[in-house]
Structures are given as C-alpha cells and as structure tokens.
C-alpha cells in the first residue's frame, strides 16, 4: 500500500469517528439532562456528564492546558506515524487522532468534553475516549506485529 493511500484510509477512518462523536454528543446534549442517566442494556446506561479534565478528570480546569496537550499529542501521533513504515498503522492513527481531535473540539467549544456511556466499575466515557482507547490498542499490534516479523530469519 502506498503511503498516500495508507493516508487516505486513515483520514477516512479519523472522519468517521470524529462525525460520530460530535452527532452522538449533540444527540445526548438534546435528549438528556445534565446527571440524569437512562438504561439502555443490562449494565449499559446512557449519561450526561461534563468532564472539565481529561482521562478521570485529570487536569481538570486547565482547558487551555488540555487543548494544547490533545492537540500535541495528536500532532506527534500523526508525525510518527507518517514516519514509520508499517502497512496497518493507519488504522490506529485514524483512531487516536480523529479521538483526540473530537475531544479537543469539546473543550474548544465547550470547555469541556460531554462523556454519556456508563458501564459498572468505570467512569463515563464518549466515543472519542473509545476510540483512543482502541486505537492504543491496535497501536501496541501494529507495533508488536511489526518487531515479530523483524525478528523472523528471512526466507530462502
């Protein structure tokens, strides 16, 4: 795969997640109260929750702080994965960035990011905070993928 196609994918993918997280942010700000929350499965309820920080309200009240952190970080994801060459890395990248960039949006426009999803044992989280979380995820295989089959003898 070229690298202006891995590219493109990972546009895509970061468009994707950054337009399902603004729509589904608008949808919980429209239909939900503020602390209210609504079950939506067993052990799956929907919430609306302002996170003034980020990750578990790190740096709570330092938005500016935040903004500059997130866009930095999203920044630096891109500027290495532009620098690696690994064949499945756009996925990840489009993961982290459109993730970061959606919560960046938030805090932004807000001053803070909206989190609705509730599951038992963990605090609130948006599709944003998912993505990244996957994308960390796929990230560590990629990578992990990658130093495998630099340790694997080359065929004859």
Known sequence: MTRGMAWAR???VLGIVLALDQISKHAIASSVSPGDSRPVLP???????TN????FGVLAGHTAVSVVVGAALAGLVAYFAWQANRPLLWLPTGLLVG???GNVIDRVRD???TD????PLWPAFNLADAAITVGVLALLYVLEEGARGARRPARE
């Open 43 to 49: 052990g799956i309820e929907l919430v609306h929750v």
């Open 99 to 101: 993730g970061a960039v």
């Open 111 to 113: 001053g803070a990011v």
């Open 116 to 119: 609705f999803i509730k599951v």
């Open 52 to 55: 003034h920080g980020v990750a």
């Open 10 to 12: 990972a546009g895509l």
